[in-house]
């Protein structure tokens, strides 16, 4: 069963129900079925597949989805548009609505599913960098993930280091993931036509980070600290994010083989991951994280 939505339709879905897309929400739905379609053929669902929607919406893609995977769980946070999609899909038990942020998923969902999943959606533009780093956090329970997000958002995730953009979302997903951009989609696909430009990115999960990660622990609360202060030189950036002194700064910055005038969009990956371990092998980061 296809759940898709034509404009006349949709339209006349929200009417009947007295619903207003939302614009807090990010609520603008997929009208164009070419476009769907060319959205969906970028990833391969088959019957052996649990899914994972985030923003069904009125259902452009939650109905194929069923069709093709053995389960699809759709997150719907708004609790109207979950009840009118629920009533839609009644006849389909592979399909459930769950009225639910996808942002509140926890470990016990996964266990229960005790399998990767494939994620697909479309995601709201007021929530798209805290649902991308939640991806990142629960990387190990899926294995590719297929969504639409706004333009400038992705070239954060595609850049190169030396790119304006590059910054810690850039980092993560290329030392943890295999992302690119698949596809534009023209606003006028949409309903209410949003005010920017929507691209389908494909992410696929790494079996292991392209580089490797010696002391994960220390890794993880160090990284984010050299983002933080994008336009301040790396010299500084140490010194302000470890409260450590200048002289220590360029002792560290030297073993790395960066020099002190950078900023940390222009330091290739393999010597942020150099300048990680020894950053974490010369500062006492538990005294630096209750300084903060």
Same mark, same amino acid.
């Given at each position: ?29 997929? *009208?164009?079925? #070419? ?5 969906? =053929?970028? @990833?391969?669902?088959?019957?052996? &597949? /649990? ?67 494939? *994620?697909?959606? #479309? ?5 798209? =960098?805290? @649902?991308?780093?939640?991806?990142? &956090? /629960? ?32 980092f993560l997903f290329s030392l943890l993931t295999r992302s690119s951009v698949c596809y534009r989609i023209r606003g006028s696909a949409f309903y209410p036509e949003p005010e920017i430009t929507s691209v389908v990115m494909k992410i696929s999960v790494l079996d292991k980070p392209a580089v490797e990660i010696r002391n994960q622990k220390d890794f993880w609360r160090t990284v984010p600290k050299l983002f933080i202060q994008k336009r301040k030189t790396i010299l500084n950036v140490l010194r302000n994010s470890f ?50």
């Open positions: 069963m296809d759940t898709f939505l034509n404009l006349k339709n949709l339209q006349m879905l929200l009417s009947q129900h007295n619903i207003r897309p939302r614009k807090e929400l990010g609520q603008n739905f997929l *009208i164009d079925r #070419n476009v769907r379609n060319k959205i969906l =053929s970028y @990833i391969e669902i088959n019957k052996d &597949d /649990i899914v994972i929607e985030i923003g069904p919406g009125q259902g452009a893609l939650t109905g194929v989805l069923g069709e093709k995977a053995a389960a699809v769980y759709a997150f719907e946070k708004d609790e109207k548009l979950a009840e009118i999609l629920q009533q839609r899909i009644s006849t389909l038990p592979e399909i459930k609505i769950i009225k639910k942020d996808f942002l509140d998923i926890d470990e016990i969902f996964f266990r229960s599913i005790k399998k990767p999943v494939k *994620i697909v959606g #479309n995601l709201p533009y007021y929530a798209v =960098s805290p @649902i991308l780093f939640k991806l990142l &956090d /629960i990387r190990h329970h899926w294995n590719t993930a297929l969504v639409m997000m706004p333009e400038d958002v992705a070239a954060r995730i595609v850049a190169k280091s030396g790119d304006k953009n590059f910054g810690l979302m850039a409260h450590i002194s200048r002289e220590t700064a360029s002792s560290i910055l030297k073993k790395s083989g960066i020099r002190p005038e950078m900023r940390s969009h222009q330091i290739e990956i393999s010597s942020l991951i150099e300048l990680v371990e020894n950053i974490t092998q010369a500062t006492p980061l538990d005294l630096a994280e209750k300084k903060q």
